[in-house]
């Protein structure tokens, strides 16, 4: 059946069973490939995606749940190019070593910073704990959220970009 | 009759001197004395035996779970409890001489523990069982005094409380005690096992069960005479642990040791919410013990002893799953995008030996609230491994968690559907947003 859904700004039709995982149909119907499968169970977090602004694991979304409400993806975020804040700070700090967590990562970082651009040390461990780095790079990863609130601290202070 | 003003004076004087007389009981009631500050005793001082036998003992009590913050030091208190009166901080129970009970003697210690009163002479908050710890023998209170005294110490001060105006003030609690607190040493009973018996005392003493799984009234007391008929905790249902417990007829005594020692058993579900955490603790407990408790709980619930469980054979495997998806067809699909790579009967869930959704007594529970708990929060591994199932809150809105899980009773139980669950699945997502 034809399911649409609103991606990055965008709306879309697409040809899916509504239990369709939100994955599938971003990765295949869409090639919105940021979003990694991992577990499949919700469990490990490389399929971080937002809808309606809160991080969900895609892998157990099924995109029949979705009428109406907005999903986005890492590739919603910045570019290549010009990459955003906290993609920024995760390159900055080398946060990633295989990177295959790393799409999971900046999303459910980008989640809470966009409710709360100064977390403490604490509000950020409990936040990112659903999502697994198996290369072990946590600390460079809290390391990068942290650069990123660092960041948009600052730029709030001088009305900067961002 | 006239009132004269040698009537008044009377009246005046009478009234003043009731007054005096009262203000001097509850000051006798209210006052404690401060016990004598004593330099920290040497780890080596204590009996090494004695501190293994206080670690057990402290395990039982899961003096841990409170007494430390998220990723805190161990014992040093400072965890956030959330009451209905406004919210404590635990206090350091680190060998700490400032900010621990470092400089407290065991007589200090064994008061605060069966009193609730401080080092110091002040009232300590009911958030601290002391009305079970009154229970508890001496000899056991000298081993946890023991094992407490031979931690490493931390320096960390609790954050002040945060509770509702006027019950900072700490006399009060003299009074909240004079209705709740009954002192009583533990009686052990002659026509029961010995088995039966260490199980009472670890279960209304140490490791009281009752300070979730009793209603509490107004004041915050555990109820009289409603012991073990079910409670509440932090936004989670906490069953009745008697015959009105809905799936009394499936537990008995194997089946609850199982479900305390792992957090999961087969037949059952996966300790949810704060039990959790008692599970994760009670794994690290001997098995003689939390056979006892298991066996004293049995009881409970089968108090004529008939505890073999038939009904669970029975109940175990049901799936309507064409009834169910004629009633909820948006649901059937959605439980099969999000929930059957777990929760399916074929699927590796419980291949592996963990228990059906036809078996999970929160699906077949009167009140929803620990079923939409489930979905809203998931099941977090209490240590390092353990059950785990991840939070949907974010992922399905009111609407579709009610159908889920409308779906999910239809399809995996025989119980009648849930009223209002729509209204309910709300009510608890705001509550948990407090």
């Given at each position: 059946?034809t399911?649409?859904?609103?991606?990055?700004?965008?709306?879309h039709?697409?040809?899916?069973?509504?239990d369709?995982?939100?994955l599938?149909?971003?990765?295949?119907?869409?090639?919105?490939?940021?979003?990694?499968?991992?577990?499949?169970?919700?469990?490990?977090?490389?399929?971080?995606?937002?809808?309606?602004?809160?991080?969900?694991?895609?892998?157990?979304?099924?995109?029949?749940?979705?009428?109406?409400?907005?999903?986005?993806?890492?590739?919603?975020?910045?570019?290549?190019?010009?990459?955003?804040v906290?993609?920024?700070?995760f390159?900055?700090?080398?946060a990633?070593?295989?990177g295959?967590?790393?799409?999971g990562?900046?999303?459910?970082?980008?989640?809470?910073?966009d409710?709360?651009?100064?977390?403490?040390?604490?509000?950020?461990?409990?936040?990112?704990?659903?999502?697994?780095?198996?290369?072990?790079?946590?600390?460079?990863?809290?390391?990068?959220?942290?650069r990123a609130?660092?960041?948009?601290?600052?730029?709030s202070?001088t009305?900067?970009?961002? | 009759?006239?009132?004269?003003?040698r009537?008044?004076?009377?009246?005046?004087?009478?009234?003043?001197?009731?007054?005096?007389?009262?203000?001097?009981?509850?000051?006798?009631i209210?006052?404690?004395?401060?016990?004598p500050?004593?330099?920290?005793?040497?780890?080596?001082?204590?009996?090494?035996?004695?501190?293994?036998?206080?670690?057990?003992?402290?395990?039982?009590?899961?003096c841990?779970?409170?007494?430390?913050?998220?990723?805190?030091?161990?014992?040093?208190?400072?965890?956030?409890?959330?009451?209905?009166?406004?919210?404590?901080?635990?206090?350091?129970?680190?060998?700490?001489?400032?900010?621990?009970i470092?400089?407290?003697?065991?007589?200090?210690?064994?008061?605060?523990?069966?009193?609730?009163?401080?080092?110091?002479?002040?009232h300590?908050?009911?958030?601290?069982?002391?009305?079970?710890f009154?229970?508890?023998?001496?000899?056991?209170?000298?081993?946890?005094?023991?094992?407490?005294?031979?931690?490493?110490?931390?320096s960390?001060?609790?954050?002040?409380?945060?509770?509702?105006?006027?019950?900072?003030?700490?006399?009060?609690?003299?009074?909240?005690?004079l209705?709740?607190?009954?002192?009583?040493?533990?009686?052990?009973?002659?026509?029961?096992?010995?088995?039966?018996?260490r199980?009472?005392?670890?279960?209304?003493?140490?490791?009281?069960?009752g300070?979730?799984?009793?209603?509490?009234?107004?004041?915050?007391?555990?109820?009289?005479?409603?012991?073990?008929?079910?409670?509440?905790?932090?936004?989670?249902?906490?069953?009745?642990?008697d015959?009105?417990?809905?799936?009394a007829?499936t537990?008995?005594?194997?089946?609850?040791?199982?479900?305390?020692?792992?957090?999961?058993?087969?037949?059952?579900?996966?300790?949810?919410?704060?039990?959790?955490?008692?599970?994760?603790?009670?794994?690290?407990?001997?098995?003689?013990?939390?056979r006892?408790?298991?066996?004293?709980?049995?009881?409970?619930?089968?108090?004529s002893?008939d505890?073999?469980?038939?009904?669970?054979?029975?109940e175990?495997?049901?799936?309507?799953?064409?009834?169910?998806?004629?009633?909820?067809?948006?649901?059937?699909?959605?439980?099969?995008?999000a929930?059957?790579?777990?929760?399916?009967?074929?699927?590796?869930?419980?291949?592996?030996?963990?228990?059906?959704?036809?078996?999970?007594?929160?699906?077949?529970?009167?009140d929803?609230?620990n079923?939409?708990?489930?979905?809203?929060?998931g099941i977090e591994?209490?240590?390092?491994?353990?059950?785990?199932m991840?939070?949907?809150?974010?992922?399905?809105?009111?609407?579709?968690?009610?159908?889920?899980?409308?779906?999910?009773?239809?399809?995996?139980?025989?119980?009648?559907?849930?009223?209002?669950l729509?209204?309910?699945?709300?009510?608890i997502?705001?509550?948990?947003?407090e």
């Open positions: 059946m399911i649409s859904i609103s991606v990055n700004g965008e709306g039709e697409v040809e899916a069973d509504p369709t995982p939100l599938y149909v971003l990765r295949d119907d869409l090639e919105l490939n940021g979003a990694k499968y991992g577990c499949g169970l919700g469990q490990c977090g490389a399929c971080t995606v937002h809808v309606d602004g809160m991080p969900v694991f895609s892998c157990l979304t099924p995109v029949g749940l979705l009428e109406g409400r907005k999903v986005r993806t890492i590739e919603g975020l910045g570019t290549a190019e010009k990459p955003n906290v993609q920024k700070a390159q900055d700090e080398q990633a070593q295989c295959y967590c790393i799409a990562m900046i999303m459910r970082a980008q989640a809470l910073l409710r709360n651009p100064s977390p403490t040390e604490e509000q950020i461990r409990v936040h990112m704990q659903p999502n697994l780095c198996r290369c072990g790079t946590h600390a460079r990863i809290l390391r990068a959220v942290h609130s660092l960041e948009l601290s600052l730029a202070v009305g900067g970009a961002q | 009759m006239k009132l004269s003003k009537h008044l004076a009377i009246g005046a004087a009478f009234v003043s001197a009731m007054i005096v007389t009262g203000i001097g009981i509850a000051a006798w209210v006052y404690e004395p401060a016990l500050e004593i330099a920290r005793p040497s780890p080596s001082s204590f009996d090494r035996g004695l501190v293994a036998k206080g670690e057990q003992l402290a395990t039982v009590g899961d841990i779970v409170c007494h430390t913050a998220p990723n805190g030091a161990p014992f040093a208190g400072a965890r956030a409890l959330p009451t209905p009166f406004g919210t404590l901080f635990s206090n350091n129970i680190t060998p700490d001489e400032k900010t621990g470092g400089a407290w003697s065991l007589a200090a210690f064994s008061r605060a523990m069966r009193q609730g009163v401080g080092r110091d002479g002040s300590l908050y009911p958030a601290l069982p002391y009305e079970h009154t229970h508890v023998s001496d000899d056991d209170l000298k081993a946890i005094y023991a094992f407490l005294m031979t931690r490493q110490p931390v960390q001060q609790a954050p002040e409380n945060q509770l509702l105006p006027g019950l900072g003030f700490r006399p009060l609690l003299a009074g909240w005690k209705l709740f607190l009954r002192q009583t040493a533990f009686e052990p009973q002659a026509n029961e096992s010995a088995e039966w018996n199980g009472k005392y670890l279960v209304d003493g140490l490791a009281h069960c300070g979730c799984h009793t209603p509490r009234n107004l004041g915050g007391g555990e109820e009289k005479g409603r012991e073990f008929a079910g409670g509440v905790a932090e936004g989670w249902n906490a069953p009745a642990l015959t009105t417990n809905p799936s007829a537990w008995n005594a194997d089946s609850l040791f199982a479900y305390l020692k792992t957090g999961s058993n087969r037949e059952h579900s996966a300790a949810g919410g704060p039990m959790g955490p008692v599970a994760e603790g009670l794994s690290r407990l001997n098995d003689a013990d939390v006892a408790i298991a066996v004293y709980v049995a009881s409970r619930m089968h108090p002893r505890g073999a469980p038939a009904a669970v054979a029975a175990a495997g049901i799936d309507n799953r064409s009834a169910a998806a004629a009633a909820h067809p948006e649901a059937d699909l959605l439980f099969e995008g929930c059957s790579g777990c929760h399916a009967p074929s699927a590796p869930m419980n291949v592996n030996g963990r228990p059906l959704l036809s078996s999970t007594s929160d699906l077949k529970a009167d929803p609230r079923a939409v708990q489930t979905l809203l929060r591994p209490p240590g390092e491994k353990g059950p785990y991840p939070s949907f809150s974010n992922t399905v809105t009111d609407r579709q968690l009610a159908e889920l899980l409308a779906y999910a009773r239809a399809r995996f139980t025989n119980k009648p559907a849930w009223p209002d729509e209204a309910a699945v709300g009510d997502r705001k509550e948990n947003a």
